[in-house]
């Protein structure tokens, strides 16, 4: 409506002009002046009345075209200073026509041309000298019509065009922001599936466990004391595991380092268990907190392989650090990696789990059967690519 607005003040004010103009020059004979005054008042009166509509309502954008070119033409026959009706008819042709093709627009301009070219003839006198110059001024005019009305609807579209790739791409982000959400919660799902995995389900394991080796112990009170005392730090540690994870914490217990952490783990695996764990901890300095949670994790799942799969009396854990690599190894006497064990490699959340946490931080992993029998894990993370 605002750029409608607009167009009313242009139509006003040109007629005013071209009214001062053809009153101000009048031309002979005597009648022609007031009859181009009497066309301009005709052409305001349907402009204010029904015209206007056509910039909004295709029904009266023809009528209103045809009334353009008329006024135009028949009051150039009137007077030449009618002609000048021409600054608005193009831009108002260009406007009114509708569709997608250039095609009417130029032949309506090319019409109209053609229209005032014929008045200029007659109002000129006629003859092939006012027919020459009625020719050339509209050559120019409908030339320049044409181009700038061409260059305005282009670039008219292609203002539409690019706002209609802007709500497609606005859209696009949408549907891309909804997407990652949804994988992030789909990431974090696993993750937390995996956390629940190697904490509290091990934990209930051991709880299990323990409370199996409890009922068989008969009237030895002294293991069974100690298996109680070992149910309750071990359920204290799926408690500490559990408000951990609802609160959205480093669920690794790494406090005083990684060094004593698995230290305090294999203290705790031995009494679980009674497998004997040979240990050698070198320092390997200050790790990012991310990179000792997931040695740790590592540590975790492979002594619960240990103990589940392996059938071992013995185990070793090392961690050392060489050329900027640590390292981490578990390995046991056991029965080695067989064909079941070997296909629970690629399911669940055991040492695929692990193999995930260690590629997130520019790790490797390793599973080996030992030539004299047994497993061998190996867990290596390069700290300068976890780092950078």
Request: with cysteine.
């Amino acid at each position: 409506m605002n750029r409608n607005r607009w167009w009313h003040v242009s139509v006003t004010g040109a007629l005013l002009v071209v009214g001062v103009l053809v009153a101000s020059t009048p031309v002979p004979p005597a009648w022609t002046t007031p009859a181009a005054i009497a066309l301009l008042g005709a052409f305001g009166v349907f402009y204010a009345v029904a015209g206007r509509r056509g910039f909004h309502e295709q029904r009266w954008a023809t009528p209103m075209t045809v009334a353009v070119i008329v006024t135009a033409s028949a009051g150039t026959a009137l007077s030449p200073n009618m002609a000048t009706l021409q600054c608005i008819a193009f831009p108002m042709i260009w406007t009114l026509c509708p569709g997608g093709s250039l095609r009417r627009p130029i032949l309506t301009c090319v019409a109209m041309a053609v229209g005032v070219a014929a008045g200029f003839w007659i109002s000129l006198g006629g003859g092939l000298d006012a027919l020459v110059q009625g020719v050339v001024i509209e050559a120019v005019s409908v030339a320049l019509g044409i181009g700038i009305g061409v260059w305005f609807t282009t670039e008219m579209r292609a203002g539409a065009e690019n706002t209609r790739l802007l709500a497609e791409l606005t859209a696009t982000q949408g549907q891309l922001a909804a997407m990652h959400r949804e994988s992030g919660a789909s990431d974090e799902r696993e993750r937390l599936a995996r956390e629940l995995h190697d904490t509290i389900a091990q934990n209930l394991t051991s709880l299990v466990m323990l409370a199996q080796r409890g009922q068989n112990r008969g009237t030895d009170e002294a293991g069974m004391r100690d298996d109680f005392e070992l149910i309750e730090q071990v359920a204290r540690d799926a408690l500490t595991e559990a408000r951990a994870l609802v609160a959205a914490t480093a669920t690794v217990p790494v406090d005083g380092g990684l060094t004593s952490a698995l230290a305090r783990l294999v203290t705790t695996f031995e009494r679980e268990t009674r497998i004997e764990i040979e240990t050698s901890l070198e320092e390997v300095g200050a790790l990012p907190r991310e990179l000792e949670v997931v040695l740790l994790r590592c540590a975790q799942e492979a002594l619960a392989n240990v103990r589940k799969h392996s059938g071992a009396s013995r185990a070793r854990l090392t961690l050392g650090r060489e050329a900027g690599a640590v390292t981490l190894t578990v390995g046991d006497d056991g029965i080695g990696i067989g064909t079941d064990h070997a296909a629970s490699v690629h399911s669940g959340f055991g040492l695929e789990g692990m193999r995930q946490r260690l590629t997130l931080v520019g790790g490797t992993l390793r599973v080996a059967s030992l030539a004299g029998g047994g497993t061998e894990l190996v867990a290596t993370i390069h700290q300068g690519e976890a780092t950078a």
